[in-house]
């Protein structure tokens, strides 16, 4: 599944990524809104983790996505 899929579907696929990521709160992922840059950004300040390894966590997770 490309980003712009998971974008489109973020409702839905927002509890996906607060499983792989579930120090996310609510309003963390509410803000990201399908932003994939957004969600970079906001798993590298939660896990205080370098952008490449953040990076690295969410295109894990857009191959993995079964939306």
């Known amino acids: 599944m490309n980003w712009d ?3 489109g579907k973020w409702k839905q696929v927002k509890g996906q990524a607060q499983q ?10 509410d803000r ?3 932003k994939r840059e957004e969600m ?3 798993v590298q300040e939660r896990y ?10 969410v295109q894990e997770f857009e191959s993995s996505c079964n939306c």
């Open 20 to 29: 792989k990521w579930g120090k996310l709160t609510d309003d963390e992922l």
């Open 48 to 57: 205080g983790i370098a952008r490449d390894e953040a990076e690295r966590q």
């Open 5 to 7: 899929q998971i974008e």
């Open 40 to 42: 970079v950004g906001v």
């Open 32 to 34: 990201v809104d399908g």
